[in-house]
Each structure stands twice: as C-alpha cells, then as structure tokens.
C-alpha cells in the first residue's frame, strides 16, 4: 500500500492564485485542491471549510477582529498589518492597491522617517519633476 504524502494547504498570494483559477468549482472543490482537507481513517476525505475561509481572509489582509485602544477611546486604527519578509522585502498587498484605485506602473516617492516609511503616489507634476532632475 503506497501512501501519498498529502500537500500543505496553501496560504497567501498562492492561495489567492489557485482560488481564481478554479474559478469554476464548487468552494468545497477549491478548498480541497488547495490543500484544506483531511482523510480519516476509513479513507474519506473531509473538506476543512472553515481553515480554507480564514486562510482566504488573512490573505486578503481583511481584519475582522477589532479592539478598542487601551485608553477606551476611539480612534484611527490600522486596518491591516504587514510584515517584513524573508528577503527583507515589504509586500503591502492587493487590500490597499484596490482601495486606493493604483495601476502596474503607479509611482511612489518614499520618505524614512525614525519609525516610519511613508510613500506618496506622484502625480504628473511631481514625475515630470523627477525626470527633469534626473
């Protein structure tokens, strides 16, 4: 008897990638081809919906959860967190392309701060101005 070593489920861009090519297939099809499944003993395989949604959520950079500031008060809170990956890269995610409206080619002026980065989109007055520089 030969055992298959089952795949680990997949999670974040690739997640996302398989979903939208499977576009398809029932969800409990989706969630299985991406690995959100397990056998039981008898050999049936049981769909994990729930591991799949959640996976499916945090790759989308969608908070759900929310908690009020230590001071009770109310205020702007982020709505998604980044972190710093392997490669020292910084990916912000499709979450805030989309929100913001940004296209492939959209520029961005960075600006380090003590702890902080801020990108400002560059509009046509600001890229001519770069050039001209350059």
Excluded: W
């Excluded at 050999?43 to 989308?60: H, Q, S, T």
């Excluded at 805030?96 to 960075?110: A, C, N, R, S, V």
């Excluded at 003590?114 to 400002?120: E, G, T, V």
Aim: proline share 2%; with cysteine; net charge positive.
């Amino acid at each position: 008897m030969s055992k298959t070593k089952k795949m680990e489920p997949l999670v974040g861009d690739e997640l996302i990638k398989k979903v939208k090519e499977q576009e398809t297939l029932s969800k409990e099809e989706k969630a299985k081809a991406c690995g959100y499944y397990t056998k039981t003993k008898n050999g049936v395989e049981r769909v994990n919906m729930m591991k799949f949604l959640n996976a499916l959520i945090d790759a989308e950079g969608i908070e759900l959860d929310s908690t009020p500031n230590a001071n009770g008060r109310g205020g702007r809170s982020a709505s998604f967190r980044i972190s710093v990956q392997s490669n020292g890269n910084l990916l912000i995610g499709s979450a805030y392309t989309k929100q913001m409206g940004l296209k492939p080619g959209d520029e961005f002026e960075i600006t380090l701060g003590r702890k902080h980065i801020r990108l400002k989109q560059l509009g046509e007055d600001e890229l001519a101005e770069v050039e001209a520089t350059a």
